[in-house]
């Protein structure tokens, strides 16, 4: 199978972020497809019901199904609130599935044993840390994770107040930095503040780009 060939299909919970993902993928795997299903009401029920529901899980195994139909190589799972989702379509489908938050979660346990992590959205702490306690589990690791949801920055950020959202996150990163091996982003959106926490020593996880390489990695060995 040739590079141009390649086709990864993202199952999205948001409309955002398309365009950095498209330059990253196609700057690493030059002439790769990369195509969307997007659902914007996966999310919210998700979060409405506090777990994937019956309905969200049905919805995206479809999903998954049909970007096998399109002729994708590769399933990107980008949003981690739904990353046990995945868990459950990857045994109906051929072609592999890669959880945006894997990677991340795996060099979190590599990082250390004391492991702060942050959300906005309740729904995505919870999967967030059960798939870092599996990658641990698996290595036969202990370690402990603390999770800290950042009151009302997503209410802020629905509100059209992206930069009281931003300023909320960044101060508890402050608060955290030395109490932890490192800060876990779960959400692959926080990315755009990394540039302006460049002078936090603690390691800051953001699963952008770890799920990205993830990705081309698993693209280029096709």
Do not use: W
């Amino acid at each position: 199978m040739s590079k141009e060939h390649k086709h990864v299909c993202i199952l999205q919970t948001s409309f955002a972020k398309k365009d950095d993902m498209i330059v990253y993928l196609k700057e690493h795997v030059p002439g790769v497809r990369v195509t969307f299903i997007t659902d914007d009401t996966l999310l919210a029920d998700v979060m409405a019901a506090g777990s994937p529901p019956p309905a969200v899980i049905s919805r995206m195994t479809k999903y998954a199904m049909a970007a096998q139909e399109m002729g994708a190589d590769v399933i990107l799972n980008s949003c981690s609130s739904v990353g046990e989702v995945a868990d459950v379509y990857m045994q109906v489908v051929d072609i592999p599935v890669v959880k945006i938050d894997q990677a991340m979660a795996e060099e979190a346990v590599r990082t250390g044993s004391n492991i702060a992590l942050i959300a906005t959205v309740p729904s995505t702490l919870a999967p967030s840390r059960r798939l870092i306690e599996r990658v641990a589990a698996a290595q036969g690791k202990t370690i402990s994770v603390r999770e800290f949801l950042i009151e009302n920055a997503y209410a802020q950020l629905k509100s059209g107040h992206p930069e009281v959202h931003n300023e909320l996150v960044k101060a508890k990163i402050r608060e955290l930095e030395g109490h932890y091996d490192c800060i876990v982003m779960a959400q692959v959106s926080m990315r755009a503040l990394l540039p302006a926490l460049s002078d936090v020593h603690t390691p800051i996880l953001c699963s952008f780009y770890s799920g990205l390489q993830r990705t081309v990695d698993v693209l280029n060995s096709l």
